[in-house]
């Protein structure tokens, strides 16, 4: 980024600090929000971002260095004065395991402070049950631990991502009413507190992939965008001011449900845009569906089938993106999935053509892009629900205060 280009954002960040001492809490998450978004931050920067004197921000810096949270950089020389010493995110302050529970797949992780997958387990299944997820945990922490070279007393927090509500989709699974009724009134956190390391957490799957992309994505610098995942069912989440907006039941931008015209099949995003459509037309051509989800599929075997459901996904989320927009008037929509890169692309490409066919009288066209963590989102975004409620501001909830 131009240093010009960084100033200018610096300057227009919508949140400021406080000189009082009383939210040297508050102050100090909002200089680790301000470098995980720019990646470093000198202290001259960081003051001009937050509106906190310099001697402030130096306290914070020194407080933050001194707890393991940042590391210094290479000092910036050839500028009037004394060089300045950009500090950025200690990738081992903290580490976290994150849990997917799928509709198709157990996903495990352990990841440090910035975001990186230390390491991972996965494990497939026809559908889920709280006994195969403890059954999952059971058999596979003390392995991932191993595998990341550390002990259960490294872990900063357990966090969960799953779908919502997922006693409902039993009919889809040819599953056992029973088996799946058992999720219905189950205390997640109160089952796995003490039966994995620290506290735990629980958020939509969809949410969670979300907050991946917002959190440990590329450094950019949107503040209202939309995040379609495609996985065996279509979710996604929403990004306003610069956070991820959960709304009153942690369930916003459970997009499935959008309304599709003129589409045979169904009138339901979910109907098109989901990997079960796809599912569907791989069983029915005699193929194997779960080699969809192994560790690197190989999706070219399911050809036209994958061009055909990209094509008529394409087009589904091309109305299910206006209707968004004529609602919020998001700057950028985010597309990702439990997919391969090539077919990530691909999709990207066939919704932005179809965006240039639709009618958008009436709203701006957002920026169109892929996201950036494909299968291991949703888990990956459990670990960053740890991240955001600890060490990041959430400005969805200052606003309603």
Known sequence: MKTEDKEDLLL???????????????????????????????????TRATGLSPNAVSVIFKALEADGLLLRQAPIRGRVGQPSVPMC???????????????RS???????????????????????TPDGMLDFIKTNLTPLLRAAGKKRGDMSGFSVAMPSE????????????EEMGAWQDLDIK??????????????????????????????NHRQDFIYFFAGTFIGGGIVLNGSVFTGRRGNSGGLGPLRIPDEPGGHRLIDHASLAVLERQITKAGGDPNALYVENPDWDQFEPLV????????????????STLAIIDFEAVIIDGAF???????????????????????VYRPEIGPGHFGSVARALGAAAHCISTDYMIDQNTLQRK
């Open 12 to 46: 227009s960040t919508p949140i400021r600090g406080s000189n009082q001492t009383a939210v040297r809490g508050f102050n100090e998450r909002l200089v680790l929000h301000l470098i995980r978004q720019y990646g470093a931050l000198t202290k001259a920067e960081a």
């Open 89 to 103: 995110l200690n990738p081992d302050a903290r580490h976290y395991v994150g849990l997917k529970v799928g509709r």
């Open 106 to 128: 157990f996903d495990m992780v352990i990841a440090d402070f910035t975001g990186a997958v230390v390491a991972r387990r996965l494990r497939q299944h026809s559908y889920p």
């Open 166 to 177: 997922l006693w409902h989709w039993r009919d889809v699974f040819d599953a056992p009413r």
């Open 190 to 219: 109160g089952m796995l507190n003490g039966f994995v390391p620290g506290p735990v957490t629980c958020e939509n799957d969809g949410t969670a992939a979300c907050r991946c992309e917002l959190v440990f994505g590329p450094q």
């Open 307 to 322: 061009g055909d459901w990209i094509a008529r996904a394409g087009r589904s989320l091309g109305h299910a993106i206006v």
């Open 340 to 362: 391969p890169d090539a077919v990530r692309a691909r999709l990207v490409g066939e919704v932005r053509r179809q965006m240039d066919q639709l009618d958008l009288q009436g």
